[in-house]
């Protein structure tokens, strides 16, 4: 089984500017959720998308949004870049059953790393 | 307050040793679940261990054990006979259950090194 892709692996922007990342998760996986990762700060939850709709939502300004397709596949978008959101972005995917146990665990893509100039 | 506290930025061990990475958490919810990921510098993240908040017993996972210390609410992962592909970044995780969304909260990780 194909494990989480994320596009593109590298980016390199300017301030003001948008940023568009993809993430298509494991096959049969509902849930996809997005990390900002930087040093020191470990990872922060940007949001959670199930069944195409935003079902959780971290502490981050309007200018991250997202969503999910109906094939499970979601995109990340960011506006007006600013130095500070330079950072490992990562998607993960799970089977989010409702049971509690190992099914709810996250399966990781590699990453996005962007760095704004 | 932080959901999860990892105080150890960086640890060193030899190689074949055991090494314990710390973790606690903060949570009112009865039900939750404890995950240890491990980070390569390749970036991706891959689970390594889970605790349920409602286990008796430990979880171990090959090498990895889960010290599951309820009452102190600690959670710390215990690597056994550490191999030099074990040096990254070791990141422990917790979801609520009962909270609505029930988010992963992640520490700030810890760098673990495998000294030859």
């Known amino acids: 089984k194909a494990g989480v892709t994320q596009t593109p692996r590298y980016l390199i922007k300017t301030r003001g500017q948008q940023v568009t990342l993809s993430c298509s998760p494991i096959?049969?996986?509902?849930?996809v959720s997005w990390y900002q990762q930087t040093p020191g700060q470990g990872l922060q939850f940007l949001f959670e998308y199930f069944s195409e709709t935003q079902r959780n939502k971290g502490n981050f300004p309007g200018r991250f949004s997202g969503r999910q397709f109906s094939n499970s596949r979601s995109e990340m978008n960011v506006s007006t870049l600013e130095l500070g959101d330079s950072a490992l972005y990562l998607c993960?995917?799970?089977?989010?059953?409702?049971?509690?146990?190992?099914?709810?665990?996250?399966?990781f893509g590699s990453g996005t790393q962007l760095s704004v100039l | 307050a932080q959901k999860i506290t990892q105080t150890q930025p960086g640890m060193f061990v030899q190689e074949k040793e055991a090494v314990t990475l710390d973790c606690t958490y903060d949570t009112s919810d009865p039900s939750y679940g404890l995950f240890w990921y491990k980070q390569p510098s390749s970036g991706e993240m891959i689970f390594l261990i889970y605790?349920?908040?409602?286990?008796?017993q430990n979880a171990t996972e090959g090498r990895y054990s889960l010290n599951f210390q309820k009452a102190r609410k600690s959670a710390n992962l215990v690597i056994s006979a550490s191999q030099l592909g074990d040096s990254a970044m070791y990141f422990c995780?917790?979801?609520?259950?009962?909270?609505?969304?029930?988010?992963?909260?992640f520490g700030t990780g810890t760098s673990l090194t495998v000294i030859p």
């Open positions: 993960a995917s799970s089977l989010a059953n409702s049971t509690v146990g190992t099914n709810e665990k996250l399966f």
């Open positions: 995780a917790m979801r609520e259950y009962q909270r609505p969304g029930n988010q992963f909260y």
């Open positions: 096959s049969g996986h509902r849930s």
């Open positions: 605790q349920g908040s409602y286990d008796q």
